[in-house]
């Protein structure tokens, strides 16, 4: 059971928009930055987005992410097949001194 | 460039300890944090704990009473020993650099560890 909550799998057909959510607590995503990161098969996690909304350099503006409150969400928009892939959301959380890890959503093109 | 690299027998015995140690190049591990993760296999990644400066740590509290994480800043590595693993202790299992923005950016490739007798 994940401290952060996302939803297992999502799915849309190339050139559609998605969104993937994110749920936590106070003590986590309400008073902390979040990092989603994108996990494809054989390589290591890739940084999305950084500090709720902040994307680094050489990651497409085809992915955002937003904050309200206690929950976060990652938009992706102009599927491509290339974006198939688990995206997880991450946070520190206050109240455990600890990072804590949604379960990971599987994005099925 | 950073690099990563885990090392660490691939199999472990039940109520073993299981010992990996994460070879750090291209920079100091007196700066930015140190931290292990693990996925075990089909399930999600989960942070396992995290050292820096002068050997502080942090940890997941669901391992907390297991793992005991450490650094040799002379070589350049830092270690982490799971006492008393089961077989939900098999996974792939990576050293992670955090950066001072708190991203995890550079990642070893992964060592797969299975826990069976």
């Known amino acids: 059971q994940s401290v952060l909550t996302q939803p297992p799998s999502v799915s849309a057909t190339p050139g559609q928009r998605v969104t993937i959510s994110c749920s936590g607590s106070?003590?986590?995503?309400?008073?902390?930055?979040v990092y989603w990161y994108q996990h494809l098969p054989g390589t290591t996690p890739k940084l999305l987005i950084y500090?709720?909304?902040q994307r680094p350099s050489g990651v497409p503006d085809r992915f955002s992410g937003s904050k309200s409150g206690t929950s976060v969400s990652l938009a992706i928009s102009g599927l491509r097949s290339e974006d198939e892939a688990d995206y997880y959301c991450?946070?520190?959380?206050?109240?455990?001194?600890?990072?804590?890890f949604g379960g990971g959503t599987k994005l099925a093109v | 460039q950073v690099q990563l690299q885990e090392s660490g027998p691939g199999l472990v015995k039940p109520s073993e300890t299981l010992s990996l140690t994460c070879i750090v190049s291209?920079?100091?591990?007196?700066?930015?944090?140190w931290s292990w993760l693990r996925q075990p296999a089909g399930k999600g990644l989960e942070w396992i704990g995290r050292?820096?400066?002068?050997?502080?740590?942090n940890y997941n509290p669901s391992l907390k009473s297991r793992v005991t994480l450490s650094m040799d800043t002379s070589k350049n590595l830092f270690s982490m020993n799971l006492t008393s693993v089961t077989a939900a202790d098999t996974a792939v299992y990576y050293c992670?650099?955090?950066?001072?923005?708190?991203?995890?950016?550079?990642w070893g490739q992964g060592a797969r560890v299975t826990v069976s007798s």
């Open positions: 992670v650099r955090q950066d001072y923005n708190e991203v995890f950016d550079y």
């Open positions: 106070t003590s986590n995503i309400g008073r902390n930055y």
């Open positions: 991450a946070a520190w959380d206050d109240s455990v001194t600890a990072w804590v």
């Open positions: 291209g920079e100091s591990i007196g700066h930015y944090y």
């Open positions: 500090r709720n909304n």
């Open positions: 050292i820096f400066k002068k050997g502080n740590t």
